[in-house]
C-alpha cells in the first residue's frame, strides 16, 4: 500500500511532486511586484542624480562667467543687465543655462566709480520645472 505525504498547502493526491499552476503564478506576482519596486526606485535615483548633476553644472556655469568678468578690466565691465546662453557638456548630451547679470556702480563709491556690483542668476529647465542658481560678486579698481 502506498503512503502519501500532505504538505502544507498540497494535496498530493496523485503521487506527483511539485508546484500547482496557481502556485507558479501567484509567485511570478510577487516577482513582478518587488521588480517593479525596484525599478521605481531605480528610476527616482536616476532622477535625483540628473537633476544634482544639472545643479552642480549650474553652479559652475555662473562661477565660470563671475570669474571671466573679474579677469576682465574694470573699465570694460559697464554697468547695466545683459544675458547670455551657456552650453554645458553633460553625460546624456547638452545642456543650456541662461545667466542673467546684473552690473551696478557702488552708489557709496567717488566719481568716477571704484567699485561694481556683479550679481549673476543662473536658470535652467528640467523635467518642465525651472530651477536657479544666483551669486553676488564685487570687483575693484
Known amino acids: 500500500m502506498k503512503q502519501t505525504q500532505a504538505h502544507a498547502g498540497f494535496d498530493n493526491r ?3 511532486n511539485g508546484f500547482s499552476l496557481i502556485e507558479v503564478l501567484i ?3 510577487l516577482v513582478t511586484m518587488v521588480m517593479l519596486a525596484l525599478l521605481e526606485g531605480v528610476v527616482l535615483y536616476s532622477q535625483v542624480n540628473m537633476r544634482n548633476i544639472l545643479r552642480d553644472e549650474g553652479v559652475r556655469a555662473t562661477q565660470d562667467v563671475l570669474n571671466e568678468l573679474r579677469s576682465r578690466d574694470f573699465n570694460r565691465v ?6 547670455l546662453t551657456v552650453r554645458k557638456a553633460l553625460r546624456s548630451g547638452s545642456w543650456d543655462y541662461t545667466v542673467t547679470l546684473v552690473v551696478t556702480d557702488s552708489p557709496a563709491a567717488p566719481e568716477p566709480p571704484t567699485t561694481k556690483s556683479i ?3 543662473t536658470r535652467w529647465e528640467f523635467q518642465g520645472k525651472t530651477y536657479t542658481h544666483a551669486a553676488n560678486a564685487m570687483i575693484t579698481q
Open 14 to 16: 496523485s503521487g506527483e
Open 27 to 29: 509567485s511570478f506576482l
Open 78 to 83: 559697464t554697468a547695466g543687465t545683459s544675458t
Open 119 to 121: 550679481q549673476a542668476t
